[in-house]
T-cell receptor
Framework: AQTVTQSQPEMSVQEAETVTLSCTYDTSESDYYLFWYKQPPSRQMILVIR??????QNATENRFSVNFQKAAKSFSLKISDSQLGDAAMYFCASSGTYKYIFGTGTRLKVLA | NAGVTQTPKFQVLKTGQSMTLQCAQDMNHEYMSWYRQDPGMGLRLIHYSVGAGITDQGEVPNGYNVSRSTTEDFPLRLLSAAPSQTSVYFC??????????????FGNGTRLTVT
C-alpha cells in the first residue's frame, strides 16, 4: 500500500526567506514518482515539481527544489526567496501502479 | 484548450437525493480519477479508470459509482447522498504510461453540500 505523510499542518515564512516543507512516504512499488502540488485559495491544483524515484539528482524548478532521500523515504520541498504569491496549501503525492496518493497538506503562510 | 472540465461548480443536495458530477477531458488521457478533499484529510482517491471500460476502487469508494464509456468522460454518481459526502470533489486525468510518471491534471472542483 502507498501512504504519504505530511506532519506539518501549517508553516509560516517571512517574505524573501527560505522555508522547507516535509513529506515522507511509503510504497511497495519499485518504480514510482513523487510530486508537489500547490493549491491557492482559488482551489486550483497546480503542479510545482516532480521527482523520478530512480534519479538521485534532486529536481529544481526556479525557486523550488526538493531534497529526495530515497532510503529514508523523504521528499521535502524547499522554497527560496518566498513571495506573497507562494501562500497556499501544498500537497505531496506519490504515484505508482494505477494510483496517485496524496498527503494531508501543509498550509503555508507568507508574512510581509 | 479546455483541459479537465468539471460541472457543476457548486451543488446543494438533500439527504437521499441522487446526482451525477460530470468530468470531461480533451487531452486524450488514458487515466482519470476522482478525489474528495476534506479539511485535515487531504485528497482521498474515490475511484479511478485506466481506460474506457475499466474502473476500479480507490481509498474511499463507498457511496459512489463510476463508469467510463468513452476516453473523454468519467462521471461520478452519488446514488443516495448523505451529509458525510459534503466535500469538495476533484476530477483529475493523466497521460498514464506503465509507471505513471505523468502528473495529474485537475479540474476546478465541485463543492457539494448535503443537508
Amino acid at each position: 500500500a502507498q501512504t504519504v505523510t505530511q506532519s506539518q499542518p501549517e508553516m509560516s515564512v517571512q517574505e524573501a526567506e527560505t522555508v522547507t516543507l516535509s513529506c515522507t512516504y511509503d510504497t511497495s512499488e519499485s518504480d514510482y514518482y513523487l510530486f508537489w502540488y500547490k493549491q491557492p485559495p482559488s482551489r486550483q491544483m497546480i503542479l510545482v515539481i516532480r521527482q523520478e524515484a530512480y534519479k538521485q539528482q534532486n529536481a529544481t524548478e526556479n525557486r523550488f527544489s526538493v531534497n529526495f532521500q530515497k532510503a529514508a523515504k523523504s521528499f521535502s520541498l524547499k522554497i527560496s526567496d518566498s513571495q506573497l504569491g507562494d501562500a497556499a496549501m501544498y500537497f505531496c503525492a506519490s504515484s505508482g501502479t494505477y494510483k496517485y496518493i496524496f498527503g494531508t497538506g501543509t498550509r503555508l503562510k507568507v508574512l510581509a | 484548450n479546455a483541459g479537465v472540465t468539471q460541472t457543476p461548480k457548486f451543488q446543494v443536495l438533500k439527504t437521499g437525493q441522487s446526482m451525477t458530477l460530470q468530468c470531461a477531458q480533451d487531452m486524450n488521457h488514458e487515466y482519470m480519477s476522482w478525489y474528495r478533499q476534506d479539511p485535515g484529510m487531504g485528497l482521498r482517491l474515490i475511484h479511478y479508470s485506466v481506460g474506457a471500460g475499466i474502473t476500479d476502487q480507490g481509498e474511499v469508494p463507498n457511496g459512489y459509482n463510476v463508469s467510463r464509456s468513452t476516453t473523454e468522460d468519467f462521471p461520478l454518481r452519488l446514488l443516495s447522498a448523505a451529509p458525510s459526502q459534503t466535500s469538495v470533489y476533484f476530477c483529475a486525468s493523466s497521460r498514464a504510461g506503465s509507471s505513471y510518471n505523468s502528473p495529474l491534471h485537475f479540474g476546478n472542483g465541485t463543492r457539494l453540500t448535503v443537508t
